[in-house]
C-alpha cells in the first residue's frame, strides 16, 4: 500500500533529477562554447595548473565555491516571490539555475580528477551516476507512451483532427 502511494513522488523526485542531469549535459557544451569565445581557455588552463597543485580537499573546495556565490540569487528569487514578483522571480531562478549549472560543469570539468581520488567521492559521483540511470528507467515508460501519443498526433491518421484544432484557432484569432 505504502510503495502504491509514494510511487508518484518517487516518479517526480525522478524526474527533477532527470531535469537537472539533462540541465547538466546541455549547458556543458554551451559553456565549452563560451569558454572557445572568451578568453576563457585560458583562465580553465590556469585554474587546472592551480587545481593540480591542491590537495583533493582543497579542490573540493573550489568546487563547492560558486555554489556559495550563486546562493544570494537564490534567495533574491525567494524574496522576489515572497512579495509577488513572479515574472521577475522565474526569470531570475532560471537565470540562476542555468547559471549555476553552467558554472559546476566547468568548474566540475577542471576539478573532477583530484575530486575523484577521494574515496568518499569517487563512490558518491558512483552512486549519482546510477540514481540517474535507475531515474531514467523508471521514467522511460512514461517518456514513450507520451512520445507515442505525440506521434499519433503528428501521423496522417490524425490530420482531419489538426485541421479542425487550426480552424478553431484561426477562427479564434480573427474575432478579436
Not at 135 to 154: D, H, S, Y
Request: net charge positive; hydrophobic share 60%; charged share 20%.
Amino acid at each position: 500500500m505504502m510503495r502504491r502511494v509514494l510511487q508518484p513522488l518517487w516518479f517526480f523526485l525522478a524526474l527533477i533529477f532527470l531535469i537537472e542531469a539533462w540541465l547538466w549535459d546541455h549547458l556543458e557544451p554551451v559553456v565549452a562554447r563560451i569558454v572557445a569565445a572568451i578568453p576563457l581557455r585560458a583562465f580553465k588552463e590556469w585554474l587546472a595548473a592551480r587545481i593540480a597543485r591542491l590537495s583533493p580537499m582543497l579542490t573540493l573546495v573550489v568546487f563547492v565555491i560558486p555554489a556559495i556565490l550563486l546562493f544570494p540569487l537564490k534567495l533574491a528569487g525567494a524574496w522576489l516571490l515572497m512579495h509577488q514578483y513572479w515574472i521577475s522571480a522565474f526569470a531570475l531562478i532560471v537565470f540562476s539555475k542555468f547559471l549555476g549549472v553552467g558554472v559546476a560543469a566547468f568548474i566540475f570539468d577542471v576539478t573532477r580528477p583530484k575530486l575523484l581520488q577521494m574515496n568518499w567521492f569517487r563512490k558518491l559521483y558512483e552512486f549519482v551516476l546510477d540514481i540517474r540511470r535507475r531515474a531514467g528507467e523508471l521514467v522511460a515508460p512514461v517518456t514513450a507512451r507520451i512520445k507515442a501519443t505525440m506521434a499519433m498526433f503528428r501521423s496522417n491518421s490524425s490530420s482531419r483532427w489538426m485541421r479542425l484544432v487550426q480552424r478553431l484557432r484561426h477562427r479564434a484569432h480573427s474575432a478579436r
